[in-house]
């Protein structure tokens, strides 16, 4: 299982590295760059990840995900900090990850930091603060119980829709291509030839669908997730509690995966960076 986590981790940062795809900064530049496209991108990525997950769920792969209770205070005010976090970072967490990878110090200053708040919020100073934002404006979840028998076929639609908005698209685009180096059509390929984003949504929606498989092997019911395990690894090196589990190998496999195809391809080098910008980060880290 441990193997499985590593190569999906290791194919992941491939996919995000070759098709220079970030999930926050996707949307960012809906309005910093006035790219209204990439909404149709968002959904493509998780109307292709739902209607698998639906799919999994109808022939029985996977069991059905449990809610009772969610804060919807606790929930916006995360997703608000999260999300200032992220412009402050340049990126999400897995685009820190991936930075780490390219050798770009900001990316290990955001991850350092990142795991300090999330500790901290987890199980440590902020706990209480996070256990008092949870418990109020409780909302029952039970939107999944009436959307069930329709959701496939509302997701397959969509999926159908988002994929022929792409095709027309890259029917009008002009792709963009990099000097080729490298005469070998293999080194070409893997090495230094972009991914488009069309492929690279629909494949990372097909991998974040796996996800759901994987994780319930290992007797977790959800996808993949970045912020537990790294909690975990934080644990590990700084209190030596806790144990190398599947989502930590999953992250160690985006590191090392960003770090391969930086490597191959030319793309790495220590990047130094300026007072202000570490500032930045540590405070988008932090949140």
């Not at 639906?54 to 919807?72: E, N, T």
Request: hydrophobic share 55%; charged share 15%; with cysteine.
């Amino acid at each position: 299982m441990k193997i499985s986590a590593f190569v999906l981790g290791f194919i992941f940062a491939f996919l995000l590295k070759r098709g220079r795809f970030c999930f926050a900064g996707t949307i960012e530049d809906v309005l910093l760059e006035k790219r209204p496209y990439n909404l149709v991108l968002l959904l493509a990525l998780i109307s292709t990840e739902a209607t698998l997950y639906h799919l999994m769920l109808m022939i029985g792969l996977i069991p059905p995900i449990s809610f009772k209770y969610f804060s919807l205070l606790a929930t916006s005010i995360g997703g608000l900090i999260f999300g200032v976090g992220a412009v402050l970072c340049s990126g999400c967490i897995t685009a820190a990850l991936m930075k780490v990878g390219d050798g770009r110090i900001t990316g290990i200053i955001s991850i350092i930091f990142f795991m300090i708040g999330a500790s901290m919020a987890r199980s440590g100073i902020l706990k209480v603060i996070g256990q008092f934002l949870a418990s109020q404006t409780l909302m029952k979840d039970e939107f999944n119980k009436i959307f069930a028998p329709f959701a496939l076929s509302f997701f397959g639609v969509l999926t159908i829709l988002s994929y022929a908005l792409m095709f027309l698209h890259c029917k009008r685009e002009k792709p963009f291509f990099l000097p080729r180096k490298y005469s070998h059509p293999l080194h070409h390929l893997f090495c230094e030839k972009l991914i488009r984003r069309e492929s690279v949504v629909i494949l990372l929606g097909v991998f974040l669908a796996i996800g759901f498989y994987f994780s319930n092997l290992i007797g977790r019911n959800d996808s993949f997730a970045i912020t537990a395990p790294l909690t975990s690894l934080f644990n590990l090196l700084v209190n030596n509690k806790g144990a190398v589990d599947w989502g930590v190998v999953l992250v160690v496999g985006i590191v090392v995966g960003s770090l391969f195809t930086s490597f191959v391809s030319g793309e790495f080098f220590l990047v130094s960076t300026s007072a202000p910008s570490i500032i930045k980060h540590i405070v988008g880290g932090l949140l």
